[in-house]
């Protein structure tokens, strides 16, 4: 069973940038999800296995870059110009193949433990 982990979150500020790394033990398909409290866990960008197709949500197009790096099964998550909407905590997903646009939870068959990043005004 693949256990996923997530790194680099944390406190930032309005306007700040923070950057996720996920780690695996090898090379998936990988989507960042987010979540607060109360709500569904919503899709936040996801990347294909050989990096050349990305998807983002509407809300951190322009502002989140999603990445890899395959021979270090990392993926990462680039966020700048970071509101308080994006206060969450932030989970690493990852499946073998390729998945629906835009993917959902139910895509995904590992996933991370979830990292927080706050941003405050």
């Known amino acids: 069973q693949e256990q996923l982990a997530e790194s680099g979150g944390g406190l930032a500020q309005v306007g700040d940038s923070l950057k996720l790394t996920c780690a695996a033990s090898?090379?998936?398909?990988v989507a960042w999800f987010r979540q607060v409290p109360g709500k569904e866990r919503e899709f936040v960008a996801g990347i294909s296995f050989a990096g050349t197709g990305t998807l983002y949500e509407d809300s951190v197009k322009g502002r989140f870059t999603i990445s890899r790096d395959n021979a270090k099964n990392l993926v990462y998550l680039q966020m700048d110009n970071l509101n308080t909407d994006d206060t969450a905590v932030y989970y690493c997903?990852?499946?073998?193949?390729?998945?629906?646009?835009?993917?959902?939870?139910?895509?995904?068959?590992?996933w991370g433990r979830g990292i927080q990043v706050t941003v405050s005004s």
């Open positions: 090898e090379t998936y398909t």
């Open positions: 997903a990852a499946r073998r193949g390729t998945v629906r646009e835009p993917p959902t939870t139910e895509d995904f068959d590992f």
